[in-house]
């Protein structure tokens, strides 16, 4: 299994620009998240989703959209990038398990992308 | 104040020394996890614990959850183990138990 894959690894955008990050997972989790990870600051949640068809926002999801068309895949965009997103981004995948709290459950984690906005 | 605090933020030991981090939380929910991130900077889960002790190769983690407190432990610390040492934990409410991060403990072991 590859586990979490993402792409790129690196990014330099332009203020104003679009782009979308890819994540991809085979490992059939149901659940998906995005985190970025600023310096001293604690990695947090950007959008989330429980299957296919169904995502939610996290707490800091402002400049950022996602859609999760299959269970594998789980991209996050960047509509008008902005200083204030340079950041490293972490997608991150578990079960749902029985009582459907993946926070309960062991979280795996993507290589991350490294994102500079100019 | 942080929903989870971690101390200390930086720790440099020798190589074979004892080594602790501990994890302080408000969140109410009775779980935990500690995460390795490691410098090139990918993140692997270590532990997640609900209850007493876990244990993997020399590595440690305790939990008292009445205290909402655990601590992870290095036994015979290497060179190797330098990396980012991250606890969270689930916080209650509808958001399927949504993650609070620490802000990680930088361990640098020397030889």
């Known amino acids: 299994n590859a586990g979490v894959t993402q792409t790129p690894k690196f990014q330099v955008l332009k203020t104003g620009q679009s782009m979308t990050l890819q994540c991809a997972q085979d490992?059939?989790?149901?659940?998906m998240s995005w985190y970025r990870q600023d310096p001293g600051m604690g990695l947090r949640l950007i959008h989330y989703s429980v299957g296919a068809g169904i995502t939610d926002q996290g707490e800091v999801p402002n400049g950022y959209n996602v859609s999760r068309s299959t269970t594998e895949d789980f991209p996050l965009r960047l509509l008008s990038a902005a200083p204030s997103q340079t950041s490293v981004y972490f997608c991150a995948s578990s079960y749902m398990g029985l009582a459907a709290i993946p926070s309960y459950n062991e979280q795996f984690f993507g290589p991350g992308t490294r994102l500079t906005v100019l | 104040k942080n929903e989870v605090e971690q101390s200390p933020q930086n720790l440099t030991a020798q190589e074979g020394e004892f080594i602790t981090i501990n994890c302080s939380y408000s969140?109410?929910?009775?779980?935990l996890h500690w995460l390795q991130q490691h410098p090139g900077g990918g993140i692997v889960s270590l532990f997640m614990l609900s209850s007493g002790k876990k244990k993997h190769g020399r590595l440690i983690a305790t939990i008292n959850i009445q205290e909402k407190h655990s601590s992870l432990h290095i036994t015979a610390s290497h060179p190797r183990d330098s990396a980012v040492y991250i606890c969270?934990?689930?916080?209650?409410?509808?958001?399927?138990?949504?993650?609070?991060f620490g802000q990680g403990t930088i361990l640098t072991v020397h030889p």
């Open positions: 490992m059939n989790h149901e659940y």
């Open positions: 969270a934990a689930p916080s209650g409410g509808t958001s399927y138990g949504k993650l609070t």
């Open positions: 969140v109410g929910i009775s779980a």
